[in-house]
């Protein structure tokens, strides 16, 4: 099964929050899965779960509602996006399986430029010196996933004091610029797909299919 990679630059989150969502209703048993990588303009999101008490300050920067776990988190120019459009059962993956698998991918991405990730048990996500450098955020219906995770490369950080990151009160959030690393967003994308090539190519036989898009579609699934 081949899964497309698509580059779409910067998208407003509530245009790719409907796409996704029209993807996965969509999508057959055949449908590829697809992988979007993305930046957001500067944007605060609730999940599910989300109480209005973690958004202490958001000023100017716009709330949304959304459908994902979790509580508030920043989007922002800066921080890459991957959205993992996946099939569950054809793949075989549970959602913690998933969840282990796309943090396992950013450990990869971070070890590259020398840092040490970090898993924290009952916090999803991945942490560098007790600082958290990207956020998990899934949604599972119809057996398969969308939302996913944001890498923390080189966004402004104010925004996050603003919130309880993640719920969390007093969390500190790092990026790869904060810790030295210099990083674009391209190539932080390219690490971060090639890893999360590797964590799925691992049970099945997939391809990645790059694809370039100058704006965020709707993808045909017949």
Known sequence: ???????????????????????????????PDELWLLE??????????????HLLAPGEIPVVQSDRGGQVTYHGPGQLVAYVLLDLRRLGLGPRELVRRLESSIIAVLAHYGLHGQRRAGAPGVYVDDAKIAALG?????????????????PGLAP???????????????SLAALG?????????????QALRTAFESRTSMEFAPCSEPALPVPHTG
Do not use: W
Request: some cysteine; overall charge positive.
């Open 40 to 53: 957001h303009p500067p944007v605060f999101t609730q999940g599910l779960a989300g109480s209005p008490a």
């Open 138 to 154: 899934l949604r599972v219906r119809r057996q398969c996933s969308y939302h996913g995770l944001a890498l923390n490369v080189a």
């Open 1 to 31: 099964m081949i899964m497309i990679t698509r580059h779409l630059g910067q998208v407003d989150y509530a245009e790719s929050f409907a796409a996704m969502r029209e993807f996965t209703d969509q999508r057959s048993a055949d449908t």
């Open 160 to 174: 996050f004091s603003r919130i309880n990151p993640c719920g969390y009160s007093g969390l500190a959030v790092t």
């Open 181 to 193: 690393k210099q990083a674009t967003l391209t190539q932080a994308a390219g690490l971060l797909e």
